[in-house]
């Protein structure tokens, strides 16, 4: 009887988790203060340039204040665009997009752990933590293209985990074509292969650059130089990019940090209990690297919380993983003492 009740009690916990999810926020994918009628989504479903030469304008657009100008990498609006062509147009597919991409990064995060920890029980603990974090559920419903780049960037770490780091380098490059600013987790793999083969680093960095660097080329020859224009050349000029208010950062982390105690608490002592042990992988180089790019983003003009949604998520596998240690080793002191 009661090892029929164990095996019940993973889907469970991941039921109840997902039910009180679903429960919160599909009633607010359709909150008027969410959602929004894209301009540049709507160039898609028109079939228009998504990055329109200059001089172009949009008529009566609140969201943009007329601009035209698109900051951000094209995936998400493609994808957008492409939904609403098929389905009709509709002002909550965007934050349609964001929360299924919440729900599948919370199934990948619990199958990265489980591999790490080789426990289903502490992928269910990474599952939990990252679905209650306050700074996901807030944007795990923003029509904005920052949950589904993360969604993409947890895929790729588990690719490097569970296979190889060269096999992740597609996942990576969408990531980056879905946010220009998640380039954390291939640095970070960059890294790790520098201190354990850099044979691998040779061949996942070529294959990373021309990932890039081709896809970007095409794109930009095509659409005349406004692609560059558009995605670099603007948030440079505007301020939107490289300028950081180092003043308002202390409180931006502060604020973070106590929106999310509970994650950052154990993913920190994780972290250092790790460093510690010298038990050193690849998740302990991921930590410092998302949280410094997270400090140079957090405070520049128009930046919001989402720009520490990968340092957060990253704390909730390093909590998980402490707790996998107290929670077995605590296990393994008992069982030996017997």
């Known amino acids: 009887m009661k090892k029929n009740l164990k095996k019940y009690i993973l889907p469970i916990i991941v039921i109840g988790v997902l039910v009180l999810l679903f429960s919160s926020k599909i009633p607010l994918i359709k909150d008027a203060s969410w959602t929004i009628e894209s301009p540049w989504s709507t160039r898609v479903t028109n079939g228009q340039a998504l990055y329109p030469s200059e001089g172009s304008v949009f008529i009566d657009d609140t969201n943009t204040g007329g601009s035209c100008m698109l900051p ?18 509709s002002s909550s597919t965007g934050s349609a997009i964001s929360f299924v991409s919440t729900l599948i990064t919370s199934f990948f995060l619990y199958l990265l752990v489980t591999r790490l920890t080789s426990k289903k029980l502490i992928g269910v603990v990474v599952s939990v933590l990252f679905l209650t974090s306050i700074t996901v559920t807030d944007w795990s419903i ?6 589904m780049a993360l969604m993409f960037t947890v895929i790729g770490m588990y690719v490097v985990v569970r296979y190889r780091a060269l096999y992740a380098v597609p996942i990576f490059v969408l990531a980056i074509f879905t ?19 850099r044979k691998e680093l040779v061949r ?72 510690i042990k010298r038990k050193i992988s690849i998740i302990d180089i991921w930590f410092p690297v998302a949280f410094i790019v997270m400090v140079l983003t957090i405070g520049k003009p128009g930046a919001a919380f989402n720009y520490g949604l990968e340092t957060v998520t990253v704390a909730c596998i390093l909590g998980s993983i402490l707790v996998n240690t107290v929670l077995f080793r605590k296990k393994k002191v008992e069982s030996a003492s017997k």
């Open 72 to 89: 951000y990498m094209p995936i998400y609006y493609i994808l957008w665009g492409t939904i609403d062509k098929i389905g009709g147009p």
């Open 142 to 147: 923003a029509p904005r293209p920052d949950i």
């Open 179 to 197: 946010k220009q600013s998640y380039v954390v987790a291939p640095i970070t793999v960059g890294l790790y292969l520098l201190w354990k083969d």
């Open 204 to 275: 996942f960095s070529l294959a990373l650059v021309a990932g890039v660097i081709i896809p970007f080329t095409i794109t930009n020859y095509f659409t005349h130089g406004e692609f560059y224009r558009h995605v670099i050349d603007f948030p440079v000029q505007s301020g939107g990019s490289g300028v950081v208010n180092l003043k308002s950062v202390p409180g931006s982390i502060l604020i973070l940090f106590v929106l999310d105690i509970v994650a950052f608490s154990l993913g920190i002592g994780g972290w250092i209990l790790n460093l």
